[in-house]
T-cell receptor
């Protein structure tokens, strides 16, 4: 099992550009999550999904969108990038109570 | 939703000493408390967790204690080693038992173990 994988590892965006952060898990987990981690801070929940076709907002959803068409994939979309979205983004999937994190995407918006 | 406060923000110890990190939570219905370790540039990884029907749990050099009355839980690392140096996060379930597994994370503790 590859576990939770994320692409890309790094990305630099200009203000106003759009991009999709990819997240895939091969553990057949229904629950998936997107977090952002700002420097020196904890993780904040952006969006989550309890299964294919079901998503909901977390603590900091503004400026982001998600979709969940399959159990495996949970992409995060940034439509109009802003400097405030500079962060490290982690995707996670959950089995029983344990969340398993992907390696993260480091995003810089200039 | 849940509010999780973590202290201290930084902790420096000598190799072989013990380290204790404490978290408080606000929602008395919370029933699951994990601890994650994050090495520099890496993903968070679960190191230990505890459920509300248990007061203490140990796994080799790490242990977690839970005080439901006072609404706090603590991570204890004994015989610290340089490889224990990392950022440690506590977490609590968001909105209690029907949270869909959502977690609220503490702010993190930077632990440095000096050889």
């Amino acid at each position: 099992n590859a576990g939770v994988t994320q692409t890309p590892k790094f990305r630099i965006l200009k203000i106003g550009q759009s991009m999709t952060l990819q997240c895939t898990q091969d553990m057949n987990h229904n629950y998936m999550y997107w977090y952002r981690q700002d420097p020196g801070m904890g993780l904040k929940l952006i969006y989550y999904s309890v299964g294919a076709g079901i998503t909901d907002k977390g603590e900091v959803p503004n400026g982001y969108n998600v979709s969940r068409s399959t159990t495996e994939d949970f992409p995060l979309r940034l439509e109009l990038a802003a400097p405030s979205q500079t962060s490290v983004y982690f995707c996670a999937s959950r089995h029983t109570d344990t969340q398993y994190f992907g390696p993260g995407t480091r995003l810089t918006v200039l | 939703g849940e509010n999780v406060e973590q202290h201290p923000s930084t902790l420096s110890v000598q190799e072989g000493d013990s380290a204790v990190i404490k978290c408080t939570y606000s929602d008395s219905a919370s029933n699951y408390f994990p601890w994650y370790k994050q090495e520099l540039g890496k993903r968070p990884q679960l190191i230990i967790d505890i459920r509300s029907n248990v007061g203490e749990k140990k796994d080799q050099r790490i242990a977690v204690t839970l005080n439901k009355t006072a609404k706090h839980f603590s991570l204890h690392i004994t015989e610290t080693q340089p490889e224990d140096s990392a950022v440690y996060f506590c977490a609590g379930p968001n909105a209690g038992g029907t949270s869909y597994g959502k977690l609220t994370f503490g702010q993190g503790t930077i632990l440095t173990v000096h050889p």
